[in-house]
């Protein structure tokens, strides 16, 4: 079984140009994550997907960042324009369980690694 | 406020040695909570899950976590460390809709 795929890998950007990062879950996951990862951090949740509801997106800064999910698949996260505050990695992760049970295991991407200069 | 609290940043141990990564955790609902593991270059992987049945849970390497409430704790353990268990550790609280929270991390170090 595939795992979450994520693309590209590495992003290097000028500040003020736009990015984007794609996320593609495992097959018949229902809840999707995006979360940023600072160094030396745990991981930060931007937004959380049931489906193609986002549940949860109290800690997506709304001026820059976007996401979508649509037909409840895929994902693309927006950073428009970026600044040098938004080196990071930037993981996606998805689940089988529904976000309002809150038990469900997350199986994560490896990640794409931003640098905005 | 929900928070998760990982309360050492570094870690050191011997190989075959016990492993103690302390969480704890402040929520005014009943969470889940997680331990993942992330080795250098690797995705984040699940070691163990607390959901609400027993408060002691087995997982993944020889781990084990024990949910408390009356401590806010869910603290990791492995009663002899191995090389291959050197990382970083995350403990991640999720309350469904209402919050997901990750800790800092601690980084375990096993010394030969």
């Known amino acids: 079984e595939a795992g979450v795929v994520q693309s590209p890998r590495y992003k290097i950007i000028e500040k003020k140009q736009p990015v984007a990062f794609w996320c593609n879950p495992i097959s018949g996951h229902n809840t999707l994550y995006w979360y940023r990862q600072n160094l030396g951090q745990g991981p930060e949740l931007l937004i959380r997907y049931e489906n193609e509801e986002a549940v949860d997106d109290s800690q997506l800064p709304k001026d820059r960042f976007s996401a979508e999910r649509l037909k409840g698949v895929d994902s693309t996260l927006k950073i428009q324009p970026a600044e040098l505050g938004d080196s990071a990695v930037y993981l996606c992760a998805s689940s089988l369980d529904k976000a309002a049970s809150g038990g469900g295991e997350q199986f994560f991407g490896p990640g794409t690694r931003l640098t905005v200069l | 406020a929900q928070s998760v609290t990982q309360l050492d940043s570094h870690v050191s141990v011997s190989e075959g040695t016990p492993v103690l990564l302390r969480c704890n955790y402040s929520?005014?609902?009943?969470?889940?909570l997680f331990w993942y593991v992330q080795h250098p270059n690797k995705g984040l992987q699940l070691l163990l899950k607390?959901?609400?049945?027993?408060?002691l849970v087995k997982g993944i390497n020889g781990f084990e976590a024990e949910f408390k409430k009356s401590e806010t704790s869910f603290h990791l353990t492995k009663p002899s460390a191995h090389m291959s268990d050197a990382a970083e550790y995350f403990c991640?609280?999720?309350?469904?809709?209402?919050?997901?929270?990750f800790g800092s991390g601690t980084r375990l170090q096993v010394q030969p």
């Open positions: 607390y959901t609400s049945a027993a408060t």
């Open positions: 929520s005014s609902y009943s969470p889940s």
């Open positions: 991640l609280m999720d309350t469904g809709r209402r919050a997901l929270t």
